[in-house]
């Protein structure tokens, strides 16, 4: 058990090293600390700090720095520590929501991503599951031009699906009419965890003597509503992150090609800030933050977990300040999701 003395002397020295990115020596930090203790204490309590293995000590330099197991206390230990949120600055943050309101779900979550991205200089990854709460809302067919049509799609959760279908012939107005009725009687109002494979096979069935002719459509009407049911998974600034070096690009590209993997961190983060660093993963999942640090926080809508949104970057990466960013994007999304008014928060 770290005593509260030696646990101040480690978190003194990952302030500075996160300020710095340089090794930390004794006389460094001696007054940063908020007791007076001698130089000769302090490079003691560092020495056992580093053989229970909270600090290491570059061959190069007389500093140390955190180890990862130092981190994770830095982190657990906290509590109330981390910088909170001017009024100030909660407005400049307010802006990047403006107008947000009675946008789609994708959109919110989407302007969200980037704005925590910008604000972070980090890589953000978010998921959206709102979907999987969704009923189909509309269906619609527009003929756009000779043989090509728009299959319309509308959640309740206000996204927005559309695909071209471009057909080797035109449709009559009697089966273009006759297939609007026909998807708007079997499918408005259905939730997706009804639009199997066998769903749509019963359906083209039941188009009768139009299968031939608007099968197509139906199929694209399928494959529409399978991205509903699709977890998104978003990816923001990852530029930033190659530009900074503290993260290689081979890693990043392995970000991107396993973003899928990326939504299995995010199941522990619906309650509070979830924390993870890269050496402490095993497996597949070790390529998503390998030498770096993914922090992420859960949103909702109307009450039910809607996603998460995640910021990766290096170990070195200023928690005081990055978890209460989290923190309230995650409480700005989920108010917008569930379509609450300033007025109606501030009241409460």
Do not use: W
């Amino acid at each position: 058990m770290v005593m509260e003395r030696k646990f101040q002397i480690l978190e003194a020295v990952i302030d500075e090293y996160i300020r710095t990115g340089e090794p930390v020596g004794s006389g460094t930090i001696k007054d940063r600390l908020p007791f007076a203790v001698s130089p000769a204490t302090i490079r003691a309590e560092m020495s056992a700090l580093e053989a229970e293995g909270y600090l290491g000590h570059p061959h190069t330099s007389a500093g140390r720095v955190p180890t990862v197991r130092g981190y994770r206390l830095y982190i657990d230990r906290m509590g109330g520590a981390a910088v909170s949120i001017s009024e100030e600055e909660k407005q400049k943050l307010d802006n990047f929501f403006e107008g947000l309101e009675g946008e789609g779900d994708e959109t919110i979550i989407d302007t969200a991503s980037h704005a925590l991205s910008e604000i972070t200089r980090c890589a953000i990854v978010a998921t959206d599951t709102s979907a999987r709460f969704s009923v189909i809302t509309k269906v619609d067919v527009i003929p756009t031009g000779r043989r090509m049509y728009v299959l319309l799609l509308v959640t309740s959760a206000g996204d927005i699906k559309n695909r071209v279908c471009r057909l080797s012939f035109d449709l009559t107005k009697e089966q273009t009419d006759f297939f609007i009725d026909f998807v708007r009687n079997n499918l408005e109002g259905a939730s997706p965890e009804l639009l199997t494979p066998d769903f749509f096979e019963e359906l083209s069935i039941a188009l009768g003597n139009y299968v031939m002719t608007l099968a197509p459509l139906l199929k694209v009407v399928a494959e529409l509503s399978e991205e509903m049911k699709t977890r998104r998974v978003l990816v923001k600034g990852e530029t930033i992150l190659i530009e900074s070096g503290d993260i290689g690009k081979n890693q990043l590209i392995s970000l991107l090609e396993h973003r899928n993997e990326v939504t299995e961190l995010f199941d522990g983060a619906f309650s509070g800030i979830s924390v993870v660093f890269g050496e402490e993963l095993s497996g597949e999942r070790s390529i998503v933050v390998q030498n770096g640090a993914l922090l992420s926080g859960a949103f909702s809508k109307d009450g039910k977990p809607a996603g998460s949104l995640g910021v990766i970057g290096p170990l070195r990466l200023d928690y005081k300040k990055i978890i209460p960013y989290i923190e309230y994007f995650t409480q700005k999304v989920t108010g917008i999701l569930s379509g609450e008014k300033e007025e109606e928060k501030d009241s409460e």
